[in-house]
């Protein structure tokens, strides 16, 4: 049973930093595309960074320079370093998985499997 576990949200000024980190379950991440979304309450769902087996990434256009995703395959694990942080990224983050399929794609409904995701706050 694949299961993926959020940790790593919190609280912090403008301009800190912050990583999050998704823990796989049930198969090894290092073989499937793996991406993170976030969601404000109230808006649709917006994906923010994205990474396949190969190693591509790709990043939506207000995270880049500034967000990086990568993955620790002896941890099994996905992370997301989040530096400058500023309020409008503030927002609920959620780690998913494509499971069978390659490919950097940053539409959630590209995804099959999803964490219970982790806050992240951002105050000015």
């Known amino acids: 049973q694949v299961r993926l576990v959020e940790s790593g949200g919190g609280s912090v000024q403008a301009g800190g930093s912050l990583r999050l980190s998704c823990a796989a379950y049930?198969?090894?991440?290092?073989?499937?595309?793996m991406g993170w979304f976030r969601q404000v309450s109230g808006k649709e769902r917006e994906g923010v960074a994205a990474?396949?087996?190969?190693?591509?990434?790709n990043y939506t256009d207000s995270v880049k320079g500034r967000f990086t995703i990568y993955r620790d395959g002896a941890k099994n694990t996905l992370y997301l370093q989040m530096h400058s942080l500023n309020v409008e990224d503030t927002a609920m983050y959620y780690c998913?998985?494509?499971?069978?399929?390659?490919?950097?794609?940053?539409?959630?409904?590209?995804?099959?499997?999803w964490g219970q995701g982790t806050q992240v706050t951002v105050s000015s």
């Open positions: 049930g198969y090894r991440a290092s073989t499937y595309s």
């Open positions: 990474r396949d087996s190969t190693g591509t990434t």
């Open positions: 998913a998985a494509r499971v069978g399929r390659g490919g950097t794609d940053l539409r959630d409904l590209e995804y099959d499997y």
